[in-house]
């Protein structure tokens, strides 16, 4: 059984940076998608940032693009988010996700089997 648990949410000014981690527990899989979702109230949640373990793929949502990096500690099966120039627009409920033995990386959250707890993020102006 994957277990995800999340850390390194807090609250930030406008232009400053977080670093979130995903410690995946279980994720014995030579391949599949982890990702990161964020919701706010009342809205969706959506995809972040995803990459694929085995072949490395990555996406990355447009309003995040130069600004959030995902990296990979495979041997700690630990999935990084650094999060930097953070907006006021980024203030989320962050969640880790997985979906075991897939190429691609998908992007609705339907499509994962595994979720953390998830770890807030505010950012203030």
Do not use: H
Not at 49 to 74: H, M, P, Q
């Amino acid at each position: 059984q994957v277990q995800l648990v999340e850390s390194g949410g807090g609250s930030v000014q406008a232009g400053g940076s977080l670093r979130l981690s995903c410690a995946a527990s279980g994720y014995t899989y030579s391949r599949g998608s982890m990702a990161w979702f964020r919701q706010v109230p009342g809205n969706e949640r959506g995809v972040v940032a995803a990459i694929n373990t085995g072949n490395g793929i990555t996406y990355y949502t447009d309003s995040v693009k130069d600004r959030f990096t995902l990296s990979l500690d495979n041997a700690k099966n630990i999935l990084a988010l650094q999060m930097n120039s953070l907006k006021t627009g980024d203030t989320a409920m962050y969640y880790c996700a997985a979906k075991p033995l897939i190429y691609g990386v998908p992007r609705m959250s339907e499509n994962y089997d595994y979720w953390g707890q998830g770890t807030q993020v505010t950012v203030s102006s």
